[in-house]
């Protein structure tokens, strides 16, 4: 700006019409200008910085040992059988064993070499080679595979190379809160709330491919993208439901895409026990633990057997065998008093999300309050938070009382068909995420508490997490619904593709065809 006075004061706006205060007007609009669009912003255009600590769950374990042992990646029909026991509480000795017992094992005898075996090591968890003196020093230190001789047992040996800090400094030191980076000339979600820019509507958006074999049916599709991080960001691994039999039977299946338009299944991830369901999930990277967790919500039934917020985590994403066990974060009340909620209305704990800022976790869920009967006037829909909370397995509670205080993230009003707002009966979030200083809740809402009404997406924001968002965006910068019988626009979720911010939504048109679409962000 220095170097910028000269230049304008030898222009007749400047020097002529308005002198020095015009030079200090015309600053304090480019000052302004460039706050608007700021195009380095922390965790945003460029990495935050962490320190991870370093937890290794059964799943990575299970996953590191296949090569470790058997030099070669995990089988699924095996890494399934083995995840299974170690979620039942099976030991990693008991697992350990069973691999060197296997035949695959001694048929070989190069994998029962002790040096081998410490190159294995290296490569797998500290992604380098070992010299040959240094795999020999360490081998000359081991017992046999079978645990004969005098040494360290090889488990042991995994255990320290985990515990060193050769592994930790393997772990990512950086992460970005959009999962991906952002193109520094791309649009934010700050645009919009600056009126600088919105949201394609339904006209301009485009639709996208979704092919799932395993799927009797797919409607009103929630699809959560993550970069594949074994391409280093040129394919996608993407999430969403598949309805797989009656009565309300769903599962979560896994996604991949070359473009983030069209996606193929590649296999289902959870087998669903008899009275459970799992559907619309949401993905939150954790980039406080190393290795670097991905953690799914999704909505499934609960202890009371009503909707509630189960949770799943895995540190590769892209094998759907190792997703642990849904694990019930979150009880929704089925309005039965000698329940766990102790309440005669039903009020769900429905779409949960969950939000890792740095290594701060917080969790969210849609509250569809059906009130203590089936014309309740009460009835609505509305969005609950809360956190800071240690862990996605430790149980927090129902949607009354937990662990750590409830806010009303987004409340709405008790009153079906409402005409306060577009949105005053029904605000259910969808996907939660930091963009500089602020927090961004997008959702889907309307003026009645289920399918029905006038429905549409927008977006909330907040500079703290846990507390009622009150900056809501104007509907004329999201996206109205074109029908107003069922849920007419539903499910958005904020992805990063090639740099650029999408709007990813369930879509029904006037002839009451249901496809998944997605929307840029544009100039106004």
């Not at 230049?7 to 205060?21: A, Q």
């Not at 869920?365 to 829909?381: C, E, F, K, M, N």
């Not at 429905?455 to 809501?472: C, H, L």
Request: glycine share 6%; proline share 7%.
């Amino acid at each position: 700006l220095s170097d910028l006075y000269p230049k304008l004061s030898g222009t007749s706006l400047i020097s002529t019409r308005y002198g020095e205060m015009g030079f200090i007007l015309a600053l304090t609009l480019l000052a302004a200008m460039a706050a608007a669009r700021d195009p380095s912003i922390p965790g945003v255009h460029t990495p935050l910085p962490i320190d991870p600590t370093v937890d290794v769950q059964d799943g990575t374990w299970l996953s590191d040992l296949y090569p470790i042992i058997f030099a070669r990646a995990p089988d699924p029909q095996g890494y399934a059988t083995n995840f299974a026991d170690l979620q039942a509480g099976q030991s990693h000795d008991v697992i350990y064993n069973a691999f060197v017992s296997s035949a695959e094992f001694k048929s070989n005898p190069a994998l029962s070499n002790k040096t081998a075996f410490v190159v294995r090591v290296y490569t797998t968890l500290l992604k380098t080679t070992p010299s040959p003196s240094r795999a020999q020093q360490d081998a000359a230190l081991l017992r046999n595979a079978d645990g004969s001789g005098r040494g360290m047992a090889w488990t042991n040996y995994i255990d320290s190379t985990y515990r060193s800090r050769d592994y930790k400094a393997t772990c990512a030191t950086s992460y970005y809160t959009l999962i991906s980076r952002v193109n520094p000339d791309a649009i934010l979600l700050n645009d919009l709330f600056a009126g600088t820019a919105r949201m394609q509507v339904t006209s301009e958006s485009q639709q996208l491919s979704l092919t799932v074999p395993s799927a009797i049916r797919l409607w009103d599709q929630k699809l959560p993208i993550i970069p594949d991080p074994r391409s280093n960001g040129t394919s996608f691994l993407a999430f969403t439901r598949a309805y797989i039999g009656d009565p309300d039977v769903f599962t979560i299946v896994l996604l991949e895409s070359s473009d983030g338009v069209s996606f193929t299944e590649v296999r289902p991830i959870f087998t669903v026990p008899p009275g459970h369901t799992f559907y619309d999930a949401h993905i939150a990277v954790d980039n406080g633990v190393c290795p670097t967790r991905y953690v799914m919500s999704m909505e499934c039934v609960g202890s009371d057997g009503w909707a509630s917020l189960c949770t799943s985590e895995t540190s590769t994403p892209w094998f759907p065998e190792s997703w642990s066990n849904p694990f019930i974060l979150v009880n929704g009340c089925s309005g039965d008093m000698s329940a766990t909620c102790h309440t005669n209305a039903k009020q769900s704990a429905s779409t949960g999300v969950s939000l890792v800022d740095g290594a701060t976790r917080y969790t969210a869920w849609t509250q569809v309050y059906d009130g203590v009967s089936s014309s309740d006037p009460l009835a609505h829909t509305y969005s609950q938070c809360t956190g800071p909370i240690e862990s996605y397995s430790k149980y927090f509670g129902n949607v009354m009382t937990g662990t750590a205080p409830i806010a009303n993230m987004l409340p709405s009003e008790p009153h079906p068909y409402c005409t306060d707002s577009w949105d005053c009966n029904n605000r259910d979030k969808q996907d939660w995420k930091r963009e500089g200083q602020f927090y961004y809740a997008l959702y889907n809402g309307a003026n009645y508490y289920r399918c029905d009404g006038s429905w549409g997406i927008s977006v909330a924001r907040s500079k703290t997490a846990i507390t009622e968002y009150t900056d809501i965006l104007p509907l004329s910068r999201g996206i109205p619904a074109v029908v107003s019988t069922t849920c007419g626009i539903s499910y958005p979720v904020l992805n990063v593709i090639g740099g650029e911010l999408f709007v990813y939504y369930a879509f029904v048109n006037t002839n009451g065809v249901n496809y998944p679409m997605r929307a840029r962000l544009v100039p106004v």
